[in-house]
């Protein structure tokens, strides 16, 4: 009777053995996409609080004069943008030596307390400040992010997963749109205190949920031609000497680029766009413009990731070719955009721009991914957002101009010139070897 009892005691705690262990499973094939889900809140906050500010030109123009002139606005628009692309391949290289997990919850915290501090400025050169500020926070946040994701998701979910957190900040561009509405039912310093106090708000919520790969630090030591391993930060120059010493980089450098000046134009002036071209009232033109190219965009960009990630099980140019078939429906886009006047061009030409930015947007991490391995990664988005943050504070600064000049539609057209050139350059050049580059 002993035995019997004994053998029985075996038996279940065996069956608790396998259900404890199936749990464990379970929840393990499960968190990869609650670290979708959590992160993509993030990514709506933030393009949300740097978005805001396009739409609210017109009600903040009354307290700060300055914002009058479309030059002044586009500088105030600028300088989030070039401060953000020189913190970008640091941010990255960041990312890649430290846990990710706080790296965000900070850089959540301090943006979203940048954006309440704005709501107490009527100083054009403190809010000009604050942007710089707000343009370091949110620097340190993308490359860690999709590090993460890319982290947790392999080749047969991967497009899909940076696609569907690509989606959150189309959500959040499209909610920034209703800035001028709320700022004109309210006021532009309740839209920033309210906006700010939720995003503080988050980042307490992240440090309870939010888990950085157990595993990501077991590579991390790098041997050097003496045989002396070294870690950290001193692997600084091995990473960028990896990064830029290969040709396929340079491309993928040029290829994410290219339609930044027509992907950071939209963000930053195609309300403007919208309210000229249309002779409508910019608290209506916003949220028209920011709501069409975000939900374009949310098809493109699921739509994208699905197709990629099906199409590289089949071929190893998968993801190249979604990505190109995207960046070609751009160039239509942009001159029904530019040249475009009757409500149903302008939509058509948002529509097209939404559906291709996010088949592109889906794919730029997981084209990264098989041509640098996973140590490396964050700083080479990194040193990608460089040089994309760049080519948009510049054209957003020509485009203040142009818009000053009444060429704002002739111009935006022409960007579909260096956008046909990325099409090419990818499709001739980027072959990759693996669906997932996993060494050096």
């Not at 499960?30 to 979708?36: E, K, M, N, Q, S």
């Not at 497009?159 to 920034?176: D, E, K, N, R, W």
């Not at 077991?218 to 041997?223: D, F, N, P, R, V």
């Not at 504070?393 to 990325?422: N, Q, W, Y």
């Amino acid at each position: 009777m002993e035995n019997i009892g004994e053998n029985k005691q075996q038996i279940n705690g065996k069956k608790e053995s396998n259900q404890t262990y199936m749990n464990q499973s379970k929840v393990k094939s499960i968190y990869p996409w609650v670290v979708v889900g959590l992160l993509w809140v993030v990514a709506l906050l933030n393009y949300m609080d740097r978005q805001m500010l396009s739409t609210m030109k017109v009600s903040m123009m009354i307290d700060i004069k300055e914002l009058e002139t479309a030059e002044n606005f586009g500088r105030l628009m600028a300088v989030f943008l070039w401060i953000y692309g020189f913190m970008s391949p640091v941010a990255g290289l960041i990312a890649d030596r430290v846990n990710r997990k706080w790296l965000i919850v900070g850089s959540l915290a301090v943006w979203s307390g940048v954006t309440l501090s704005m709501g107490y400025s009527t100083n054009f050169h403190v809010l000009y400040i604050l942007r710089a500020i707000m343009g370091i926070s949110e620097a340190l946040y993308i490359p860690a992010a999709l590090a993460l994701i890319a982290d947790y998701h392999k080749e047969g979910t991967r497009s899909l997963a940076i696609g569907i957190h690509m989606t959150g900040l189309y959500f959040g561009q499209a909610i920034g749109g209703f800035g001028a509405t709320v700022a004109h039912e309210f006021s532009w310093q309740t839209t920033f205190h309210s906006f700010g106090l939720i995003g503080i708000a988050y980042s307490i919520v992240l440090i309870f949920f939010l888990r950085e790969k157990k595993d990501r630090f077991a590579s991390k030591q790098i041997e050097t031609s003496g045989g002396i391993k070294i870690r950290g930060f001193k692997s600084i120059s091995q990473s960028l000497g990896m990064l830029l010493g290969t040709v396929s980089f340079w491309v993928i450098l040029f290829y994410f680029a290219a339609p930044s000046f027509p992907g950071w134009a939209t963000k930053n002036w195609l309300p403007t766009l919208f309210s000229e071209s249309l002779g409508m009232d910019m608290s209506k033109a916003g949220p028209l413009a920011t709501i069409t190219i975000a939900a374009s965009s949310f098809i493109g960009v699921i739509f994208g990731g699905i197709l990629a990630d099906r199409w590289i099980m089949k071929n190893l140019r998968g993801r190249i070719y979604t990505g190109a078939i995207g960046l070609s429906l751009l160039i239509p886009s942009l001159i029904l955009l530019g040249f475009g006047h009757g409500l149903i061009g302008i939509l058509g030409g948002g529509v097209l721009f939404g559906i291709g930015f996010g088949m592109f947007d889906a794919n730029n991490m997981p084209i990264l991914c098989q041509f640098v391995s996973p140590r490396h990664r964050a700083a080479g988005y990194g040193l990608m957002n460089l040089t994309g943050v760049f080519a948009g504070a510049f054209v957003t600064e020509l485009l203040g101009k142009s818009t000053d000049s009444g060429h704002l539609g002739r111009d935006m057209a022409l960007l579909a010139i260096p956008v046909a050139l990325a099409v090419v350059l990818q499709l001739l050049v980027l072959k990759p070897k693996v669906a997932n580059k996993e060494e050096d």
